[in-house]
């Protein structure tokens, strides 16, 4: 979430560096015993093409649209800072109808720029090379910062005389300090009409986890685009800066071992190869599954035409147009002028796409996992590379897909049991010091499992303390000496465009209320009914899940019915989760009111992509999908679209420090009278004699 | 759930049988290349002596019960049948105190029996060989049905004219018959006094999945004890008996493969072996884990004195006294005459342990599991061995611990991350038609995941429909032609008994509290304060979980503080779960009072192990959990057990049919403030070099 990755430097060297950082992966994983062919990709991304309407713009296109806007009249003089460049997605009319060896349709690239301090939304079609519509501020707020942005606000202290003699009054040289620039919010008309951002500094003296050692109460607001200081702000002189022992993580930097008995290597194996298959890039297709997969500047990982191969039939049917997480809101709960402003908006602020790092071979993903790079571009306007930001796997975690036994009761002794293997997608984001890690993954009985899981370190607060007389008056736990774990939310607002068998369908509540028998009707008193009410407006469909209230929710195709007629449907089975309980009329609840249910459903609209509004820095809120679902729009049997919340309460502890063991929740996508029966009923059982035979590594 | 497993049949050839069977799957087992000669276990149990006060009772322990009993005055006419002969554990201090190489303390067993319709109790000391304690009908109920019982009951109904003539008229021959008999729950005084049971029975014409083909609306109500039919009620005869077609599960009955891509090999390997040991038969030790690990009659699978080492200076800490599913509450929702009795209580009733099949490996377990068997006692008080009951692995499931990668805003260019590998204590119950999978899992990190795992068969009803014209007016969906899948609930009711670094301990909840601000306090109006309430009694700790009322539930040891002053402690932390919505005053409701709440805790009480009480079947409701509570006994700072019960509404689907994809739900125990700081932080990464080398097996 907060603070954010990347860059003060020039991106070329990056983007070397980066290629010769994916360049040594590829090679430790091409050469990876068994590793199949088929799942090796080019090395090289400059010649590429699109071989899909969904595929994201090629490095050739992203230097297309460079050209295009370069000539384009209004910024002959000033060419405008990039913000992002991302394919604008044909009409999913034209998707649907597309086969492969059609034309594509035409490639056109949505472009969010900044322009003396003004939002300038483009879209620009490639083939015949023009810019074809052109906004400037449509509605309150700015695009994502770019890399130059948050690389020029963290500089931006080293030139102020207050904030040095600040520091210096501290007894902090300024070599040992890292500033970052967490986003600003919105608190109403004062800090509108231009670009703001806070920025924080820390200490590394003695650790690379700098984020363990603030400088507390020192945050200047700055503009952007003059790297004006606003404001300076200074309270904390009093509160020393937490020591830098036990803060280190890095493996080279640990003297001794943790006392535990050493754990024996274990590895998930697959001496015939992974299962699956990536076809021309992006076509990720693995026992019934089709879909489908691409890096995305902003989501970071996008799920696109998911289909699932009937297993009786063999026919390959729709489950979801397009699915990814759409923002990440995080509040902190302290009002303190260096934190009351911390209520992030990750995706819409910096970009999950833009904080991934290449996932680490082994350790974030299993060995035999195949890795995608993304591709978007530079404040320039230059593509850039983000190698190995995806992985995709197969996975045996030793669980069960289904089982019976029978014992003695009949003639029959029956053992019969399936192990689960699934296929999964992963990115991971590092939002400054948190690590968002997502999960996409797929099952053979049709389900798909959702995790979000949370890693990194803490947003923390220095305090004078190094025992708390009353942790009650304080914002979180103390967590180490002199620092306070803040007390926060993270919610994770996902758009899932379900299309089940096609893409008019129906939002079902399946309420199970309770009812009570007639006296003499029953011994029992009470049972339960389930009662199916069909979603007919939008408001139908704003969701706050209840314990003692519940129900499921179907996604269902109204003219598609099973034998028995069941309409054929998916329903969403929410896990752990949190709701947000700031007032609705506080800023960054106001912002983040797509949190205020834990589902909504809204026809579907190309551009209502964004939970927190195209534009989401500095936004007001005009713009979220809280905003757009109160206009009430019929959604029965219509192109539709399901957003779910999924939320996440932390209270920090001393296990958080100095960096997290991952937290994980998520939510699934069940097929409910989807298939006829069990899909996987005629799955065969593992077997001894297909197993790989192994033996432990050569090495010493 | 219902039903029940097991046996018409001599329980000798049944031994035979298990130690046939047991002796192929070690063997099986053994010959695995660098399968760890440490992990092996002995073949034959009769030589076994117990080596820690916690371990069961052995087969020679039994025998002597047995012994005890016969020669014991009041059972001198008739031997009693035996329904449990079970460990009665050693005083907790005791316990606590033993350390190897110490005396034991005595070796004492609880006897539940029945005798001339009467429930016995009886404790009998094995060192001074004699009966220590006899209660009769101490409350309402009887002990869990025998396998006697079971057998007897299931063939009732063919001695019965009136249920003869019946199923000729359905024209059904008795030779496709398979009748269970599931019990009978408490519907007030009528059926008091007397031990009663329902007998349904159900077509194996065509498939071993009886179950799919129910002899709907017949039902008779059977008193165990004189097997004579108590009433007998055939409302059903215009319901078809649904058709075989498609229920078959077996592999070997597939008559064709599923259209989908078949799956490369796929295993968790660990040439080295698994890092973890058994000692002396129960004492597992793994990483920084220590626990010991049984088969129980009831329970299933029963984890005691868990300790972790501290990674930090070694220390091997308490963490949990005991843990397992105490109940297991199945209420269906439907009011029909031979419906409305199923709710059961199949800890209680059936025996979670008595109802487990030997585990089918590769399939229920990975590669290198360890199996341990369960040792119970047969209706006469032999001793019968549960082969393979309990298997434990270590996973890799591709999931990271920790991770932190740091941008290129910093000089910093950091990729640290590290596997999770676990391990897993798994016990499967096949309870009739439903299969349970109980999961313990341990993460180095210090949590415990503590999973359920739905599968197996649906209880169905069949229904005169092929296609339901208003499936509101049913009580659940159809699911296949003349099928309805009965809307139910499962509640699993888990014993907690944590002793966080010693036995005296408290429950606080720490309350998410949404406070305003004042005007021109903040820009913000609003945020959240975790407030810290201790429970003083066990009416403050009946906990509804409230979405909008958030809280996180610590178990804490206020004597025990670390070196910033947090007490040391655990929280409970809910994953995906449901409500029981019943009335309170509903009959089964009342029996499952323990389900009131979800969040309960109690001081700590030898006696209070069976939420539903000691005797559950056909009680009242006069022994539960909830009874208990009422007491409003004192619970700061003393010796205190949580208890937290695991909700699942089921709504069935036609993917349920014939047999159902797991469904899977759990809850963590995750240590806060229990360590200094994170225990993993100097945990290994993992390196090539050391993963296994795979080729794939030499069959062809």
Redesign the interface.
């Known amino acids: 979430m907060e603070k954010?990755?990347?860059?003060?430097?020039c991106f070329i060297s990056?983007l070397v560096l980066f290629i010769i950082v994916g360049s040594w992966y590829r090679s430790?994983i091409s050469s990876l015993?068994?590793y199949s062919l088929q799942t090796q990709k080019p090395i090289y991304h400059s010649a590429e093409t699109p071989h899909h309407p969904l595929d994201p713009l090629t490095v050739k296109e992203i230097n297309r649209v460079r050209t295009i806007l370069s000539s384009y009249e209004p910024f002959s003089f000033t060419f405008p800072t990039i913000h992002t460049i991302l394919l604008d997605e044909p009409d999913k009319v034209q998707v649907l109808k597309w086969r492969k060896g059609d034309p594509f349709p035409p490639r056109k690239a949505q472009v969010l720029a900044l322009l003396n301090g003004q939002s300038h939304v483009l879209n620009v079609d490639l083939d015949s090379i023009r810019v074809t519509s052109h906004v400037i501020n449509p509605r309150s707020g700015y695009p994502m910062l770019s890399m130059d942005d948050?690389?020029a606000a963290?500089e931006a202290p080293f030139s102020n005389a207050e904030f040095n003699k600040s520091i210096a009054a501290r007894g902090v040289s300024s070599s040992e300090l890292?500033c970052?620039p967490p986003s600003a919010g919105w608190?109403?008309p004062n800090e509108e009409g231009k670009r703001v951002v806070k920025v924080l500094c820390f200490s590394?003296q003695g650790t690379?986890n700098?984020y363990m050692r603030p400088i507390e109460g020192l945050v200047m607001t700055v503009d952007l685009d003059t790297m004006e200081v606003l404001k300076f702000s200074d309270t904390g002189r009093d509160i020393p800066i937490p020591k830098s022992t036990?803060t280190d993580?890095?493996?080279t930097a640990?003297k001794?071992?943790?006392?535990?008995?050493?754990?024996?290597?274990?590895?998930?194996?697959?001496?015939?190869?992974?299962?699956f298959r990536v076809e021309d890039g992006h076509i990720v297709?693995?026992?019934?599954w089709v879909f489908h997969l691409k890096a995305d500047h902003r989501a970071g990982l996008v799920i696109s035409r998911v289909m699932v191969?009937?297993?009786?039939?063999?026919e390959l049917r729709d489950v979801m147009y397009k699915g990814f997480a759409s923002e990440f809101f995080v509040p902190y709960?302290?009002?303190d002028e260096s934190w009351?402003?911390k209520?992030y908006m990750d995706a819409g602020e910096f970009g999950l796409g833009m904080?991934a790092?290449?996932?680490?071979p082994?350790?974030?993903?299993?060995?035999h996992s195949y890795y995608m790079d993304g591709i978007f571009a530079t404040p320039d306007g230059n593509p850039f590379v983000h190698p190995n930001m995806i992985c995709l796997?197969?996975?045996?975690?030793?669980?069960?897909?289904?089982?019976?036994?029978?014992?003695?009761?009949?003639d029959?002794q029956?053992?019969?049991?399936?192990?689960?293997?699934t296929l999964?997608a992963r990115m991971?984001a590092?939002v400054g010091n948190y690590?968002y890690?997502f999960d996409w993954e797929f099952?053979?009985?049709?389900?798909i499992n959702v995790k979000v899981?949370l890693?990194?370190?803490l947003m923390v607060k220095g305090s004078p303390y190094?025992?708390?007389p009353n942790?009650?008056a304080m914002?979180?736990?103390?967590?180490?000496?002199n620092l306070i774990g803040v007390?926060h939310?993270h919610f994770v607002t996902f758009h899932l465009d379900m299309d089940i068998d096609g893409a008019n369908n129906s939002f079902v509540n399946?309420n199970?209320v309770?009812e009570?028998?007639l006296p003499e009707?029953?011994?029992?008193?009470?049972?339960?009914?389930?009662?199916?009410k069909i979603a007919k407006t939008e408001k139908d469909a704003q969701i706050?899940?209840?314990?003692?209230d519940?129900s499921?929710f179907h996604m269902i195709n109204p003219s598609k019915r099973?034998r028995?007629?069941?309409p054929t449907g998916y329903k969403i089975?929410?896990?752990?989760?949190?709701?947000s309980?700031?007032?609705h009329?506080?800023?960054?609840?106001l912002r983040s009111a797509f949190t205020n249910s834990q589902i909504w459903v809204t026809p579907y609209n190309k551009s209502e992509q964004w939970a927190g509004g195209l534009l989401t820095y500095q936004s007001r809120g005009d713009d979220t999908l809280a905003v757009w679902s109160e206009r009430d729009r019929s959604i029965e049997n219509k192109d539709i679209v399901l957003w779910y919340t999924l939320g996440f309460?932390h209270?920090p502890?001393?296990?958080?420090?100095?960096?997290?063991?991952?937290v994980?929740?998520g939510f699934e996508l069940k097929?409910?009278?989807?298939?006829?029966?069990?899909?996987?009923?005629?799955?065969?059982?593992?077997?001894?004699?297909?197993?790989?035979?192994?033996?432990?590594?050569?090495?010493p």
């Open positions: 954010t990755s990347c860059l003060h430097f990056c430790s015993p068994g948050i690389s963290s890292i970052l608190f109403g590394n690379p700098f036990d993580y890095w493996y640990q001794k071992e943790p006392q535990m008995e050493p754990l024996n290597p274990i590895s998930i194996e697959q001496p015939k190869g992974p299962s297709k693995w026992a019934n191969r009937d297993s009786e039939n063999g709960m302290d009002l009351y402003f209520s904080s790092l290449p996932l680490v082994l350790n974030d993903c299993p060995r796997f197969e996975r045996y975690a030793g669980d069960i897909s289904w089982r019976h036994s029978e014992g003695l009761l009949t029959f029956i053992r019969e049991a399936r192990p689960k293997v999964v991971a590092s690590d890690i099952q053979t009985d049709g389900l899981g890693s990194g370190m190094h025992q708390a942790q009650d914002s979180g736990p103390l967590i180490s000496e007390v939310d399946v199970l309770k009570r028998s009707e029953s011994p029992r008193k009470s049972y339960l009914k389930a009662k199916r706050k899940l209840k314990l003692y519940p499921e099973s028995l007629g069941n089975v929410p896990g752990g989760t949190a709701a309980l700031l007032d009329s506080d800023p960054p609840q309460h209270i502890c001393q296990e958080d420090f100095p960096v997290m063991p991952t994980t929740s097929p409910v009278n989807f298939f006829e029966s069990n899909p996987i009923l005629r799955a065969a059982p593992a077997f001894e004699k297909d197993l790989p035979v192994c033996r432990p590594s050569a090495s």
